[in-house]
């Protein structure tokens, strides 16, 4: 179930963003937790004793692993730049996530993926509360902020506080709704398609969509 904010107080009264995918650190936002983490040393263990009874190669790890890290935002954006020019499409892909991909050839595999749509009255942000669920097929690796605990329990808490120091401002008439992901669903933001882009074609509107806009914590690059 999502968690649902609808804050009457904030700093601001209209949307703005810089574009940027915050990749680096951010001096006033939850960034990366220091040291190996418990799921990076039950990786560690678990990669060798698989390699140890023969179940895997380290090979194929690395393989596996180099196929993980091509991934990349490219084929979220590029779900989304159709959702915006195909209105049949978006419907399909509201109401079923897997299958609309699968139709741009995007196979989400066994995971369940749910897009929530952005409007005037509902701004939607995805965490991960356990761990960092992520839809990977989609958007590549997720980033070092998106698996530290303080986002993971500060997205719930106080969503607005956290899209302020992504330099994301939601008015205060906007509910802010946070969907926590899942070891078997994700989730995927649908924006909403900026102004001054009628026309465009579906390249050209991908290129407006960042990361960090299909996860919610930031707007699409205006034009």
Not at 14 to 34: K, T
Request: hydrophobic fraction near 35%; include cysteine.
């Amino acid at each position: 179930m999502p968690h649902e904010h609808d804050h009457t107080h904030g700093h601001d009264h209209h949307h703005s963003h810089d574009g940027h995918d915050h990749a680096h650190p951010h001096p006033h936002r939850p960034d990366q937790d220091d040291g190996l983490t418990d799921y990076q040393a039950m990786e560690i263990a678990l990669r060798e004793l698989l390699i140890e009874k023969g179940v895997l190669s380290a090979e194929e790890i690395r393989r596996a692993v180099e196929a993980m890290d091509a991934r990349s935002p490219t084929d979220g954006a590029r779900v989304v730049a159709r959702a915006w020019t195909d209105p049949a499409f978006r419907a399909r892909l509201l109401a079923d996530g897997s299958a609309a991909c699968a139709e741009l050839g995007i196979d989400m595999g066994p995971t369940k993926l749910v897009v929530v749509e952005n409007t005037a009255e509902v701004h939607n942000m995805v965490v991960c509360t356990l761990c960092s669920c992520y839809p990977r097929f989609l958007l590549g690796l997720p980033p070092d902020w998106y698996k530290s605990r303080a986002y993971r329990s500060r997205a719930v808490r106080e969503p607005r506080a956290v899209l302020e120091e992504f330099g994301t401002h939601i008015p205060d008439r906007t509910t802010v709704r946070v969907h926590d992901s899942t070891a078997d669903m994700r989730y995927l933001v649908l924006p909403r398609r900026p102004e001054g882009t009628e026309g465009w074609d579906e390249a050209r509107l991908a290129a407006l969509v960042g990361r960090d806009a299909m996860i919610g914590v930031a707007l699409p690059r205006q034009p």
